[in-house]
């Protein structure tokens, strides 16, 4: 290591040795070289035609690139010293005939640039340190480096892919071509980022001949997910799937594939590899953006086993949470490009890709074309909800343990006054939690108007222990068995993956509770509602726990588990149950008070290295309380669990790590001097922030959370909780009135350019009836031009509006009944079928009124046939009495038997009288 006593040249020098060696490099002085010592060669004050260059780079004997070296001080003149840099670069070396190098570095040891003149636009890019000599080998034998290779990328086959999904990749490719290192992929949830980043990444092996990409998550969950799409993605240009040509590895412990092509791996994991420690796999479960962070993270060294070139592409998925502070050095570390995939960027994510917006996919905008569905809102208001109540003293009030859920009675001494938000934590009020099961319940029938099952909803409680009061409630006020309602969290008891599949596939369970573990990320494409019975403070989180909602699915997926949808999916709803829509959002998490961050995500924090003053004081507090309550056995066990500490030696260890006064003695004890410098006091507090971070272990992160939960919460029996407010909010209403209004101005922009509305707007003076096809062409130009304008989802807006209570058969019979009440032939708005209905009722009435013509029971019957035919197709055409019903009942002879020659005649009214 550098010494303090050296002119900074010389440590400037000695730290660039430091990394050398750590690369591979063996250092040897120009009067003593010696080619067989190793492959890679540095060279001091290796002489040129151009001057004495601090160190030539030799592989395999042959020169490849030089070194400039500078002082800590001028690190920020790096890039004012390339063209001294160039020019022994381009000059012949003493004793060598050589080409001008490729491989150029400026260095001050501590801050690197490094470029390759092999690219099209040579540009210098700040190094985490030096690339090692078998990949400049392995470069040279490359006709073209990586970033000219980029431009050999062929043209996209947009079949099979989303405009936006075309838009982001082509923008992409183009920004690598750029030789930008970072890039922003924002694509709203549901319109297919990962599927979009897989095409890509299959892209760069095929055709730029990447030797390695990086999948970044930061859930264990997520990389799953993600490599379930890896095993399933087929390219457009190969029968093959992507893991039958090229070696996916799911990171699940320290061993990094050299063959694999895609790494997947959290960002948790990465970071544990490269500081060389194991990582226990409770860590993974929980996102970084959760757990407490760091002021100043444990860094990033050099490790030899993963080279910063080791990927030449990362690809960050939720990357608006999972880029800062202790894990953004996860990034610095890689030469590689970064790209970002998010839903729901914030400025910081913004800041971090540079600006650098390659896509930018807004849930309106996927809404627009079609690719998500959107939500309306509905609330649900209780007074407790609300106002909170009070619990009066000596009244004898239930307490039960979270954990065990054993019961109690206690009487309390002093009056105890809850808020809302104190709700499901401090105290449960089980009337507060009934009142809002029961009104969904009871709302159904005007939230999803015509169902003969329960929508597959999703509720987010805010803890496990509230999770299993809602579970239990839904199941007693819906009068249903287990299978109905199960829990979707980590801890539950059940497979978590194995509900979530019966939730996606099965008709149970009908309503799912979770409180984060498919938050975020994970999709179920059936869901139709979420019920929010809990805050959110997070803006980013609560767009992604909305976005699990938008998810399309065409009818006869749906009606696999939910049999009685009239149509695709056309919208989720939102129950607010809560006041989450009201509620204030910031941009992230708020993680600076400690008093609000989970027992579980301190210790987690604290056991991935965060040395937060703050979290260390906040935890060792919370230990000490806790070690007051807890049992001899429970205290036994967090010995075992720690090799002999207990919570009160954990609790003085975390406040040690922050008492000047012991971490100065520790260094005295240590460093055996009385006045220790700045650098032992540093590395002191460092030693003992590792050695208490040490002593957490999933296992017991796992147990103290356990522990913890087993305390004791109040239950408010005595007050019973009243709905004040069940409806559709006033946004809503504003909502489904812009959506009529654009349906009506699209109806009578293409009133004299579309068939069917040039026919329906000049009766009654057209004769020629509107036709199946006519109908089928109004949908299709919806879809394609004007897809948020979907029939189904313009009738609930009516619905709501108008206060109407109909559902139509499909979309196409919808369609019509717009139609018709848009250009005022119906004053309400009518389901076509009912109006069939009452007009084949007036005809039948008209042509028997006069005593010429009475139908008998076998000419109604085929009556009714036809009139049921022109319900569905808008038609009744000489072809089709060949085809079902009508050949099981005679077909076009039998109607010409019973009707003779009026049979045309017959058809021709009945077209007419039912249909217009």
């Given at each position: 290591?550098?010494?303090?006593?050296?002119?900074?040249?010389?440590?400037?020098?000695?730290?660039?040795?430091?990394?050398?060696?750590?690369?591979?490099?063996?250092?040897?002085?120009?009067?003593?070289?010696?080619?067989?010592a190793?492959?890679?060669?540095?060279?001091?004050?290796?002489?040129?035609?151009?001057?004495?260059?601090?160190?030539?780079?030799?592989v395999?004997?042959?020169?490849v690139?030089?070194?400039?070296?500078?002082?800590?001080?001028?690190?920020?003149?790096?890039?004012?010293?390339?063209?001294?840099?160039?020019?022994?670069?381009?000059?012949?070396?003493?004793?060598?005939?050589?080409?001008?190098?490729?491989?150029?570095?400026?260095?001050?040891?501590?801050l690197?640039?490094?470029?390759?003149r092999?690219?099209?636009?040579?540009?210098?890019?700040?190094?985490?340190?030096?690339?090692?000599?078998?990949?400049?080998?392995?470069w040279?034998?490359?006709?073209?480096?990586?970033?000219?290779?980029?431009?050999?990328?062929?043209?996209?086959?947009?079949?099979?892919?989303?405009?936006?999904?075309?838009?982001?990749?082509?923008?992409?490719?183009?920004?690598?071509?750029?030789?930008?290192?970072?890039?922003?992929?924002?694509?709203?949830?549901?319109?297919?980022?990962?599927?979009?980043?897989?095409?890509?990444?299959?892209?760069?092996?095929?055709?730029?001949?990447?030797?390695?990409?990086?999948?970044?998550?930061?859930?264990k969950?997520?990389?799953?997910?993600?490599?379930?799409?890896?095993?399933?993605?087929?390219?457009?240009?190969?029968?093959?799937?992507?893991?039958?040509?090229?070696?996916?590895?799911?990171?699940?412990?320290?061993?990094?594939?050299?063959?694999?092509?895609?790494?997947?791996?959290?960002?948790?994991?990465?970071?544990?590899?490269?500081?060389?420690?194991?990582?226990?796999?409770?860590?993974?479960?929980?996102?970084?953006?959760?757990?407490?962070?760091?002021?100043?993270?444990?860094?990033?060294?050099?490790?030899?086993?993963v080279?910063?070139?080791?990927?030449?592409?990362?690809?960050?998925?939720?990357?608006h949470?999972?880029?800062?502070?202790?894990?953004?050095?996860?990034?610095?570390?890689?030469?590689?490009?970064?790209?970002?995939l998010?839903?729901?960027?914030?400025?910081?994510t913004?800041?971090?890709?540079?600006?650098?917006?390659?896509?930018?996919?807004?849930?309106?905008?996927?809404?627009?074309?079609?690719?998500?569905?959107?939500?309306?809102?509905?609330?649900?208001?209780?007074?407790?909800?609300?106002?909170?109540?009070?619990?009066?003293?000596?009244?004898?009030?239930?307490?039960?343990?979270?954990?065990?859920?054993?019961k109690?009675?206690?009487?309390?001494?002093?009056?105890?006054?809850?808020?809302?938000?104190?709700?499901?934590?401090?105290?449960?009020?089980?009337?507060?939690?009934?009142q809002?099961?029961?009104?969904?319940?009871d709302?159904?029938?005007?939230?999803?108007?015509?169902?003969?099952?329960?929508?597959?909803?999703?509720?987010?409680?805010?803890?496990?222990?509230?999770?299993?009061?809602?579970?239990?409630?839904?199941?007693?006020?819906?009068?249903?068995?287990?299978?109905?309602?199960?829990?979707?969290?980590?801890?539950?008891?059940e497979?978590?993956?194995?509900?979530?599949?019966?939730?996606?596939?099965?008709?149970?369970?009908?309503?799912?509770?979770?409180?984060?573990?498919?938050?975020?990320?994970?999709?179920?494409?059936p869901?139709?509602?979420?019920?929010?019975?809990r805050?959110?403070?997070?803006?980013?989180?609560?767009?992604?726990?909305?976005?699990?909602?938008?998810?399309?699915?065409?009818?006869?997926?749906?009606?696999?588990?939910?049999?009685?949808?009239?149509?695709?999916?056309?919208?989720?709803v939102?129950?607010?149950?809560?006041?989450?829509?009201?509620?204030?959002?910031?941009?992230?998490?708020?993680?600076?008070?400690?008093?609000?961050?989970?027992?579980?995500?301190?210790?987690?924090?604290?056991?991935?290295?965060?040395?937060?003053?703050?979290?260390?004081?906040?935890?060792?507090?919370?230990?000490?309380?806790?070690?007051?309550?807890?049992?001899?056995?429970?205290?036994?066990?967090?010995?075992?669990?720690?090799?002999?500490?207990?919570?009160?030696?954990?609790?003085?260890?975390?406040?040690?790590?922050?008492?000047?006064?012991?971490?100065?003695?520790?260094?005295?004890?240590?460093?055996?001097?009385?006045?220790?410098?700045?650098?032992?006091?540093?590395?002191?507090?460092?030693?003992?922030?590792?050695?208490?971070?040490?002593?957490?272990?999933?296992?017991?992160i796992?147990?103290?959370?356990?522990?913890?939960?087993?305390?004791?919460?109040?239950?408010?029996?005595?007050?019973?909780?009243?709905?004040?407010?069940?409806?559709?909010?006033?946004?809503?209403?504003?909502?489904?009135?812009?959506?009529?209004?654009?349906?009506?101005a699209?109806?009578?922009?293409?009133?004299?350019?579309?068939?069917?509305l040039?026919?329906?707007?000049?009766?009654?003076?057209?004769?020629?009836?509107?036709?199946?096809?006519?109908?089928?062409?109004?949908?299709?130009?919806?879809?394609?031009?004007?897809?948020?304008?979907?029939?189904l989802?313009?009738?609930?807006?009516?619905?709501?509006?108008?206060?109407?209570?109909?559902?139509?058969?499909?979309?196409?019979?919808?369609?019509?009944?717009?139609?018709?009440?848009?250009?005022?032939?119906?004053?309400?708005?009518?389901?076509?079928?009912?109006?069939?209905?009452?007009?084949?009722?007036?005809?039948?009435?008209?042509?028997?009124?006069?005593?010429?013509?009475?139908?008998?029971?076998?000419?109604?019957?085929?009556?009714?046939?036809?009139?049921?035919h022109?319900?569905?197709?808008?038609?009744?055409?000489?072809?089709?009495?060949?085809?079902?019903?009508?050949?099981?009942?005679?077909?076009?002879?039998?109607?010409?038997?019973?009707?003779?020659?009026?049979?045309?005649?017959?058809?021709e009214?009945?077209?007419?009288?039912?249909?217009?």
């Amino acid at each position: 290591m550098p010494s303090a006593n050296q002119t900074p040249e010389n440590q400037a020098r000695d730290l660039i040795d430091q990394k050398l060696y750590q690369a591979g490099w063996d250092i040897q002085d120009k009067n003593a070289i010696d080619f067989n010592a190793s492959l890679g060669i540095a060279v001091r004050e290796y002489q040129t035609d151009a001057g004495f260059v601090d160190y030539a780079l030799f592989v395999d004997r042959k020169p490849v690139g030089i070194i400039e070296a500078k002082r800590d001080e001028e690190g920020h003149r790096l890039t004012v010293v390339e063209e001294q840099s160039r020019e022994y670069a381009d000059s012949k070396l003493k004793h060598i005939n050589n080409q001008p190098l490729p491989f150029i570095y400026e260095s001050t040891g501590k801050l690197t640039r490094f470029t390759d003149r092999r690219d099209p636009k040579p540009r210098s890019r700040l190094v985490f340190s030096f690339h090692r000599p078998e990949t400049f080998q392995e470069w040279l034998t490359q006709p073209k480096s990586l970033r000219d290779r980029l431009f050999d990328i062929s043209e996209l086959d947009p079949s099979k892919l989303r405009n936006c999904q075309v838009t982001a990749i082509n923008n992409l490719e183009q920004s690598f071509r750029r030789n930008l290192p970072r890039a922003l992929v924002q694509m709203a949830t549901g319109s297919g980022k990962t599927f979009t980043a897989i095409t890509a990444i299959y892209r760069l092996l095929k055709f730029a001949d990447a030797k390695r990409v990086l999948f970044l998550v930061d859930t264990k969950n997520l990389g799953e997910q993600a490599e379930q799409e890896f095993m399933s993605f087929v390219p457009n240009d190969d029968n093959r799937k992507f893991t039958e040509l090229y070696n996916v590895q799911r990171l699940s412990s320290n061993y990094l594939a050299k063959d694999a092509q895609v790494c997947i791996s959290t960002i948790q994991r990465l970071y544990s590899i490269l500081k060389g420690e194991p990582l226990d796999e409770a860590a993974e479960e929980t996102n970084p953006n959760e757990m407490v962070q760091p002021r100043q993270p444990v860094p990033v060294v050099y490790n030899p086993r993963v080279p910063i070139e080791f990927f030449d592409f990362i690809v960050i998925d939720e990357c608006h949470r999972s880029i800062y502070n202790i894990w953004q050095q996860v990034l610095d570390y890689f030469d590689a490009f970064l790209i970002g995939l998010t839903a729901t960027p914030d400025i910081r994510t913004f800041g971090f890709f540079n600006e650098n917006v390659v896509s930018e996919y807004t849930h309106e905008q996927a809404v627009m074309d079609g690719v998500n569905v959107g939500y309306e809102i509905y609330t649900i208001e209780t007074e407790i909800t609300k106002n909170g109540s009070r619990l009066i003293a000596q009244e004898f009030i239930e307490k039960r343990e979270k954990l065990t859920r054993e019961k109690r009675w206690t009487q309390i001494d002093e009056d105890i006054t809850y808020t809302g938000s104190q709700l499901d934590r401090d105290i449960v009020n089980p009337s507060q939690i009934r009142q809002i099961i029961r009104t969904f319940r009871d709302k159904l029938p005007e939230i999803f108007p015509h169902r003969q099952e329960v929508p597959k909803t999703l509720i987010f409680a805010k803890d496990d222990s509230h999770a299993d009061d809602i579970i239990n409630m839904v199941r007693e006020e819906f009068n249903e068995g287990n299978d109905f309602c199960k829990k979707v969290t980590y801890k539950a008891k059940e497979d978590p993956k194995s509900v979530l599949a019966q939730f996606r596939n099965n008709y149970n369970p009908r309503i799912a509770v979770t409180v984060d573990m498919i938050a975020t990320g994970t999709d179920v494409r059936p869901l139709e509602c979420l019920i929010f019975m809990r805050d959110v403070k997070s803006r980013n989180y609560y767009e992604q726990m909305k976005g699990r909602g938008t998810r399309t699915l065409n009818h006869d997926e749906l009606i696999k588990v939910s049999g009685s949808a009239p149509s695709a999916k056309t919208h989720f709803v939102i129950i607010d149950a809560v006041g989450v829509e009201k509620s204030v959002k910031t941009d992230s998490r708020p993680l600076e008070s400690k008093r609000s961050v989970p027992l579980k995500d301190l210790m987690m924090g604290i056991m991935m290295g965060a040395t937060d003053t703050d979290a260390y004081t906040s935890l060792a507090g919370r230990l000490a309380r806790l070690e007051r309550q807890v049992t001899s056995e429970e205290a036994q066990k967090v010995q075992e669990l720690t090799q002999g500490a207990t919570l009160g030696d954990i609790a003085k260890a975390l406040l040690n790590t922050c008492d000047s006064d012991v971490i100065a003695n520790t260094a005295e004890r240590d460093y055996q001097t009385k006045n220790p410098t700045p650098e032992q006091l540093e590395s002191t507090q460092e030693n003992l922030s590792r050695q208490v971070s040490s002593l957490f272990t999933g296992q017991l992160i796992e147990y103290l959370d356990k522990v913890r939960q087993v305390h004791e919460q109040y239950i408010d029996t005595h007050n019973l909780d009243r709905v004040i407010y069940a409806g559709w909010n006033q946004e809503q209403q504003t909502q489904n009135e812009t959506l009529i209004t654009d349906f009506k101005a699209f109806i009578e922009a293409n009133k004299d350019e579309i068939t069917a509305l040039r026919i329906l707007y000049n009766l009654p003076y057209q004769q020629r009836p509107v036709t199946y096809r006519m109908v089928k062409e109004v949908l299709d130009i919806l879809k394609k031009d004007r897809p948020h304008l979907a029939p189904l989802r313009v009738w609930q807006a009516y619905e709501q509006v108008e206060q109407v209570n109909s559902q139509p058969i499909n979309e196409l019979t919808a369609l019509v009944a717009l139609i018709r009440r848009v250009i005022g032939l119906d004053e309400t708005l009518t389901p076509h079928e009912n109006r069939v209905n009452r007009a084949f009722q007036a005809w039948i009435f008209h042509k028997q009124a006069g005593a010429s013509v009475k139908f008998n029971e076998e000419q109604m019957q085929w009556l009714r046939a036809m009139k049921e035919h022109i319900i569905s197709s808008f038609a009744l055409e000489r072809e089709d009495l060949d085809y079902a019903p009508f050949d099981s009942m005679g077909g076009l002879g039998k109607l010409y038997q019973l009707f003779g020659d009026e049979m045309e005649a017959i058809i021709e009214e009945l077209n007419t009288a039912l249909v217009v």
